[in-house]
């Protein structure tokens, strides 16, 4: 990365401003921040050309658990940097650290760690997605670890956090859980639903005791049925709830994506990457969490039962894929990449539009949706 920038004005392009698109509008940048939003003359300062691009706000990803190589379990600080900057040059400026399944001991000592890291702003908090999950539907996690969600184990994991665990994902139908909904969200930390075999009326429960987020609707679920709603049909029929999408177009046909949004709209869709240490690297053999995956063409599998495990998903290629694969236009795909999960995070007074005051994270994309350039708090991305 170069140092901040100073006095930018980013002209000529489409900016998705926090007001709609401004056809051939402006950016103006002073230090880490936005201080103009505009059409018609921009200020003065040194001038970056937009001409032809759509300029949006930098991703924001809830949902992510490497790349790069690297694993955010390892809580190594060097292997994190790593990761988080191999998004950043595909335009994720904010994202969570999402956790595996692990023991409770050994996911305590990794929490502990990324919550320095955590604190020192290089990711915006912790993910824990399990050990709180459905043996049934576990997915690419390992089904010895997983265990209900007891209030002991629940305090233990938030305290070795230090307050930088922001979402856990449970299982609703497990012996706790809805108890556990309620400490979760007493504390500030997003609960979510996920990896569940849970019926509708299971699900109910703990939307009512706060649950706010469905773990990447659709995957690691009991489908959904027209006589047995299922965690689908509860989650995404419920305002109250935001919908996570894994836009890689394999997790989720493009139809049930466009339903799925078109259904939850704006207000509640969230695209995340469940992106994996192999995301950046390609075809290979890889480690989730002690358990062994293998990338063909991109797509990883759990070895032996040949369940997907998480992708190697950058967020460009789903804002990409909402816009292109499945119909959605670039407004929305801006929602659901940037406003709607900062705003999950309690980060919108932050990030997550282009606003005076806000954070100069901003992404320049041609007109085939890539990434040109990438601003994170003022600063350009190397690409």
């Known amino acids: 990365m170069t140092g901040p920038a100073n006095d930018v004005v980013i002209r000529g392009g489409d900016v998705v401003g926090a007001d709609g698109v401004l056809a051939g509008g402006w950016v103006a ?30 991703f924001v990803d809830i ?17 994190v940097a790593r990761a988080v900057t191999a998004h950043r040059r595909h335009g994720t400026t904010t994202m969570l650290a999402s956790l ?35 043996a049934a539907r576990c997915g690419a996690h390992d089904p010895a670890v997983l265990r209900p969600p007891d209030p002991a184990s629940v305090d233990a994991l938030l305290g070795a956090g230090r307050g930088q665990v922001r979402m ?11 108890d556990a909904v309620r400490r979760l969200a007493g504390a500030g930390v ?40 299922g965690p689908i049909g509860a989650l995404l029929d419920d305002e109250r709830v935001a919908v996570e999408l894994i836009c890689d177009l394999v997790h989720v046909h493009p139809t049930a994506v466009r339903l799925a949004a ?29 358990l062994r995956v293998t990338v063909r063409d991109g797509v990883p599998t759990l070895d032996g039962g040949g369940s997907l495990a998480g992708s190697t998903l950058t967020m460009d290629a789903a804002f990409r894929n909402l816009v292109r694969g499945c119909g959605l236009t670039v407004v929305e795909a801006v929602a659901a990449t ?40 003022g600063e350009w991305v190397r690409p």
């Open 262 to 290: 078109r259904h939850a709209a704006p207000d509640r869709t969230v695209l995340v990457t469940d992106a994996i240490s192999a995301t950046g690297i390609g075809d290979g053999v890889y480690d989730l969490g002690g």
């Open 100 to 134: 595996v399944s692990r023991p409770v001991p050994d996911l305590a000592r990794e929490i502990a760690a990324l919550a320095e890291l955590a604190e020192d702003g290089l990711v915006a908090g912790i993910h824990l997605e399990g050990p709180f999950l459905s």
């Open 190 to 229: 997003l609960a979510a639903i996920g990896h569940t075999d849970a019926t509708e009326a299971q699900v109910r429960p703990a939307v009512d005791a706060g649950a706010t987020v469905a773990t990447h609707l659709f995957n690691g679920m009991r489908p959904l049925h027209h006589r047995e709603p």
């Open 29 to 58: 940048v002073r230090g880490a921040t936005i201080t103009a939003v505009g059409d018609g003359d921009p200020p003065p300062g040194e001038s970056v050309d937009a001409i032809g691009c759509w300029v949006v706000p930098g």
């Open 63 to 79: 949902h992510c658990h490497g790349g790069a190589g690297e694993a955010f379990g390892s809580a190594d600080p060097d292997g």
């Open 168 to 178: 856990v994902t449970l299982a609703p139908e497990l012996d706790g859980a809805v």
């Open 338 to 377: 940037a406003t709607r999960p900062a705003a999950l995070l309690g980060r919108a007074d932050r990030t997550g539009a282009l606003r005076p005051g806000l954070a100069a994270d901003l992404v320049l994309l041609d007109a085939e949706l890539r990434p040109v350039r990438v601003m994170a708090c």
